[in-house]
């Protein structure tokens, strides 16, 4: 016969068992609750951190995108100011070499004769203004020269240049360069602040 005094005791045992394992179970279940916890705090974390990241780069890429475009349209807008400028003057010595016939000789001789240092200087032309310069010219010219206390012996060369209006004198050996492009180009750093100011209101 099988011990009946032991069934009480087996039966502690069991719920004692049991009582361990609700136990164990209960701590595992708290456990994981808290890793799990801890792990979607982490992830949301990570996520909040990498969304800052993003919109960090993502501002700094529209700051890069933005100061190159306006890098971009100032570059632009400086060389249309500066092809503006250059067309100023283009159309300047376009103007002074097609102004009427009278006014300009009246110019050219001007020009020769705030050239001239000693008065004996060879004048060259351009082949349109040797063919057309007024009768008496030179003898104004030399007459006026006199008058000033210079010699008086300005003569045309035999040769021509490719001058768009303007004169090129020589004496000694050395020229002076009193061709309208080459006077314009000279004075040109001087000149461009006005040109710009007529042509720009930066003010």
Not at 5 to 27: F, N, S
Not at 47 to 71: N, T, V
Request: glycine share 8%.
């Amino acid at each position: 016969m099988k011990n009946q005094g032991a069934g009480p005791i087996i039966r502690r045992i069991l719920e004692g068992a049991g009582a361990q394992v609700e136990t164990i179970l209960a701590e595992a279940r708290e456990d994981a609750a808290r890793t799990v916890a801890a792990a979607e705090k982490t992830a949301m974390e990570r996520r909040e951190e990498a969304l800052r990241r993003a919109e960090l780069q993502a501002e700094e890429q529209r700051r890069c995108i933005l100061g190159a475009s306006d890098l971009e349209t100032r570059k632009k807008l400086l060389q249309t100011k500066q092809d503006m400028i250059e067309g100023a003057f283009k159309q300047a010595l376009h103007d002074l070499s097609h102004m009427d016939r009278e006014s300009y000789f009246k110019l050219l001789g001007k020009m020769i004769l705030a050239a001239a240092e000693q008065g004996d200087e060879v004048v060259i032309m351009s082949p349109r203004d040797r063919k057309e310069i007024p009768a008496g010219f030179w003898e104004e010219l030399n007459r006026r020269l006199v008058e000033d206390g210079r010699k008086g012996q300005l003569v045309p060369a035999e040769e021509s240049r490719d001058l768009a209006g303007g004169v090129v004198l020589q004496a000694g050996g050395v020229e002076i360069n009193s061709s309208f492009g080459a006077l314009l180009e000279m004075y040109r750093e001087e000149l461009e602040p006005a040109v710009a100011a007529l042509l720009f209101d930066d003010r």
